[in-house]
């Protein structure tokens, strides 16, 4: 028994400390140290000159995010990135260094720690201390808007892919991505389908950004970019609709008005597809239940369990037909209009 308690309190304790890994990774990627590094290998004094930070207290980082498994740290003191950690650099595939850069930024990590007022009242960090919503705090503030796209670009970056290849969308002349960011998901959806055309839909400061990653992926001539609010209008004419990562910011009200929105540029024959997560049932889904508190703490929205997605659906027009699980943390969610 003594035994069972001890290894119930170091796991416990594993969770307690688990923001100080959260910082070190924030810490090791805003200060360009994947770059740094990149396919070599790197002592932490040259590291720390490249970085312009403090050559010990370099070395305490890297060393622990060795420990984590992230960095490899040979016998005379040089660091490598693993595969693990290599998710961290800028460019590689399904980067998550634009999620980190935000996960420990100010705002983000202030949010959080007034989860304990957010439980208590409902409220988002965002409200509780500024008084202010996500939205309007990010159109008043370039650099956080900045921060924010980029990171949406990374997080959809690690399952764009999955959602591409997992689902078929080979029946589908024409996919309106709404909300769609700077056009991560589309582009891998329109370069596994060629006979395909796609519209990006977004906000315009938003959509502004997308012709770079459209062209590296070789599908800009096939994707017609339109900037507009989801909240008055989509465009019309597409055989697909994606809403992906775009109702769990918002509560039942919010999420209906786009649901309508969409519904009402839908023609008969045409399909939703909502990529989000599904919460699991009780006692299992530690992720998706930790992204539901963030979603309470940042932009005050909700994930959802399939039956509440069900309900949502049909109250903005829609019947869920099927939800297919992808290989990522998403599924897609099938539905008609009503």
């Not at 693993?82 to 935000?102: C, K, M, N, V």
């Not at 770079?212 to 989801?230: I, M, N, T, W």
């Not at 019947?319 to 992808?326: A, I, K, M, S």
Request: proline fraction near 5%; charged fraction near 20%; aromatic fraction near 8%.
């Amino acid at each position: 028994m003594a035994d069972e308690i001890y290894a119930n309190r170091q796991r416990l304790l594993g969770m307690v400390n688990g923001f100080m890994l959260s910082q070190a990774l924030y810490a090791f990627t805003v200060l360009g140290l994947p770059e740094l590094i990149g396919d070599g290998r790197r002592v932490a004094a040259d590291l720390a000159a490249g970085a312009k930070a403090d050559p010990a207290a370099t070395n305490r980082l890297l060393r622990a995010l060795a420990a984590a498994g992230v960095l490899d740290e040979d016998e005379q003191g040089g660091f490598a990135l693993t595969p693990l950690g290599d998710g961290l650099r800028e460019h590689a595939p399904g980067s998550l260094a634009g999620w980190t850069a935000l996960v420990g930024s100010e705002n983000f990590w202030a949010n959080w720690g007034g989860l304990t007022d957010s439980v208590r009242t409902g409220k988002t960090g965002w409200r509780l201390r500024l008084d202010v919503d996500a939205w309007d705090y990010r159109a008043l503030h370039p650099d956080e808007n900045r921060r924010f796209d980029r990171a949406m670009v990374s997080i959809t970056g690690t399952s764009a892919g999955s959602v591409a290849e997992d689902y078929d969308f080979s029946p589908f002349g024409t996919i309106v991505d709404v909300g769609g960011g700077r056009g991560t998901l589309i582009a891998q959806v329109l370069s596994r389908n060629s006979a395909a055309s796609g519209v990006l839909f977004d906000r315009p400061h938003v959509v502004e950004g997308a012709a770079p990653l459209l062209k590296a992926h070789g599908v800009f001539e096939r994707c017609q970019v339109v900037g507009g609010s989801f909240f008055e209008s989509v465009p019309e004419g597409g055989d697909a609709y994606v809403l992906k990562s775009v109702l769990h910011d918002w509560l039942d009200p919010e999420a209906v008005r786009i649901l309508e929105t969409v519904r009402a540029a839908t023609q008969p024959g045409a399909v939703l597809l909502v990529v989000e997560r599904v919460l699991e049932p009780p006692n299992h889904g530690l992720s998706g239940k930790l992204g539901d508190l963030n979603m309470l703490v940042n932009p005050g929205g909700i994930e959802r369990a399939r039956e509440e997605w069900d309900r949502l659906l049909a109250a903005g027009g829609f019947g869920l037909v099927e939800v297919h699980p992808t290989r990522g943390l998403f599924s897609v969610l099938e539905a008609t209009p009503s």
